[in-house]
C-alpha cells in the first residue's frame, strides 16, 4: 500500500516516542520511506542514533545547521514528503502547532508544509482533557490535521484514561487510509458485520460460537483504506478496532439488527459475523439454581431475525451489494449457493469451518466466492489478503470509474 510514499516523522518528547521505532520498521516494510525530525525532548526518550539505523537517513534536529547551503533548507524538508506524522504528538508540540509557532524545526517543519499532517496524541489523561488541548486539538481539526487516537489504558504514570498513543499497527493503517493512492471507495458506506453474537441464557450464562471477528475486522479496515466511510457492528471479541472506523459493539442478534438498522442506507453491507441462530426463549432476569433431585432444565430456544436475509430484502434501501458469508463443515459450495438464493444476498463468500481447517480463530482462511456469474475458488491466504481481494471486488463493483480510464 506505501510503495514509494515518503513520511516525514516527527518524533516529540514523550514515553511513548519508543514506539515511533516500531513504526519505522513497519512503514519500511511496507515500501515507504522514512525521515526523521527528532525534537530535543525527544531526543531524551530515543537516541538520534537508534532512528538513523532504522530509517536508514539522518535524523534532523537541529533547525540552524540546515541554513547552511549545503544542508536541505526545513522548506525542503517539508515539502519532500508525502505526509507528515507527528508520534508522540505531545500537548506541548500541539499547543505550538496550533499558535502557528515555529520556535525549533519541527513546529517549524509543520508551519512550513503544504502537505499532509497526521498527529498521534501522547500525554498524561489530565493534560489530554484539559481546556486548552481539547480547543487546540479543534483547531489543528478544522485546518485539516488528522489524528489517530488517542487510546484509553494505563499510562505510564500509573493513571487510567485516554491519553495513550496508539499502537504503532494502527497508526500506520491511519498513515495507509489517508495515503491511499486510489480511493474508489471514496464516499461510498460500508457497513459490515463481524464476530459472534451471545445469547443470554441467564445473567450468567450464554449462547454463543468460535468466530474471533479477524475476517470481518480485516474487511471493514481494507474498506477504510480504499476510502469507504464504514461501521462496523460487531460482537464480543478480542482483536483491536480497526482505524478510521466508526465501531458499535454489541452482544445479542437482535442488538445486531437494530445497530445495523441504525446505521442507515448504506451502498455496500457485509455480513462476516457468526450470528446465533437460536436465543434462548425465556432468558431469565435471576440466575438459574439447581434443585436438589430436580432434573435438568430443559432449554426451550426461539430463532434469531437473519441479518443477512432483512438487509437482502429488495426495496429502496437495499445496499447496491449485499455480501454474505457461509460457513459450513459439508458439501461447501453446495450449501452456499443454496444459501446465497435463500438469503437473497448478491455474493456469498464460503468458507469451511469443519475444525481441522483452523479457520475460526486462526489467520488463513480459503474461500470460494459465490456470486450469480458463478463460483470463484480462491487460494488459501491470510484473512488480511483475503479482505484486501474481496474488497478489491467490492471496489470493481461500485467504485466510480476513474476520470482518465472513463474518458479513454
Ligand atoms: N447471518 C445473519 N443472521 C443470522 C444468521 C446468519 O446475518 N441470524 C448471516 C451470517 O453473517 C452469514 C450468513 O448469514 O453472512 C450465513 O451464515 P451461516 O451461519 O453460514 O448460515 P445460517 O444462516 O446460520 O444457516 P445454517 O446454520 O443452516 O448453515
Request: proline fraction near 6%; charged fraction near 25%; charge should be neutral.
Amino acid at each position: 500500500m506505501l510503495n514509494g510514499k515518503r513520511i516525514l516523522l516527527i518524533v516529540a518528547g514523550g514515553i511513548a516516542a519508543f514506539k515511533s521505532q516500531e513504526m519505522i520498521r513497519l512503514l519500511r516494510k511496507r515500501g515507504a520511506s522514512v525521515r526523521c525530525v527528532l525534537t530535543e525532548a525527544g531526543a531524551r526518550f530515543v537516541t538520534p542514533l537508534s532512528l538513523q539505523a532504522l530509517t536508514e537517513d539522518r535524523v534532523y534536529s537541529d533547525m540552524f545547521s540546515l541554513t547552511d547551503e549545503s544542508e536541505m533548507g526545513h522548506i525542503q524538508l517539508s515539502r519532500d514528503a508525502d505526509l507528515l506524522v507527528v508520534a508522540p504528538a505531545t500537548a506541548n508540540l500541539l499547543a505550538r502547532m496550533a499558535a502557528g509557532l515555529a520556535d525549533d524545526l519541527a513546529s517549524t517543519v509543520l508551519l512550513a508544509t503544504d502537505k499532509p499532517v497526521l498527529a498521534a496524541p501522547a500525554m498524561n489523561v489530565r493534560m489530554w482533557t484539559h481546556a486548552a488541548t481539547t480547543a487546540n486539538v479543534e483547531t489543528l481539526k478544522k485546518r485539516g490535521v488528522a489524528f489517530v487516537g488517542p487510546n484509553d489504558g494505563v499510562m505510564a504514570c500509573n493513571e487510567y484514561g485516554p491519553g495513550r498513543m496508539s499502537e504503532p499497527e494502527e497508526i500506520v493503517a491511519a498513515i495507509e487510509s489517508l495515503l491511499a493512492q486510489d480511493r474508489p471507495l471514496a464516499g461510498r458506506q460500508a457497513l459490515v458485520t463481524s464476530g459472534p453474537t451471545r445469547e443470554a441464557i441467564d445473567p450468567v450464562r450464554y449462547i454463543s460460537n468460535h468466530s474471533s471477528g479477524k475476517q470481518g475486522h480485516a474487511i471493514a479496515a481494507a474498506l477504510a483504506r480504499l476510502g469507504a466511510e464504514v461501521t462496523l457492528v460487531s460482537g464480543p471479541v478480542t482483536v483491536a478496532d480497526p482505524a478510521g472506523v466508526k465501531v458499535l459493539k454489541i452482544d445479542s442478534a437482535d442488538e445486531m439488527l437494530a445497530a445495523c438498522l441504525q446505521a442507515g442506507a448504506v451502498d455496500v453491507a457485509v455480513c462476516a459475523a457468526a450470528v446465533a441462530d437460536w436465543k434462548a426463549a425465556k432468558p431469565t432476569l435471576a440466575k438459574i439454581k439447581k434443585k436438589p433431585g430436580a432434573a435438568p432444565p430443559t432449554l426451550e430456544l426461539a430463532p434469531n431475525p437473519d441479518i443477512l436475509a432483512t438487509l437482502s430484502k429488495p426495496g429502496s434501501k437495499r445496499p447496491k451489494l449485499v455480501v454474505g458469508f457461509a460457513a459450513e463443515t459439508e458439501n461447501l459450495v453446495a450449501n452456499a449457493i443454496d444459501k446465497r438464493k435463500r438469503k437473497g444476498c448478491d455474493w456469498i463468500v464460503a468458507n469451511d469451518v469443519s475444525p481441522a481447517t483452523g479457520t475460526f480463530g486462526g489467520e488463513r482462511n480459503t474461500v470460494h466466492l459465490v456470486s450469480a456469474e458463478g463460483v470463484e475458488d480462491w487460494p488459501t491466504l491470510a484473512k488480511d489478503e483475503v479482505a484486501e481481494r474481496l474488497v478489491g471486488r467490492i471496489a470493481d463493483r461500485l467504485g466510480r470509474p476513474r476520470p482518465a480510464a472513463a474518458a479513454e
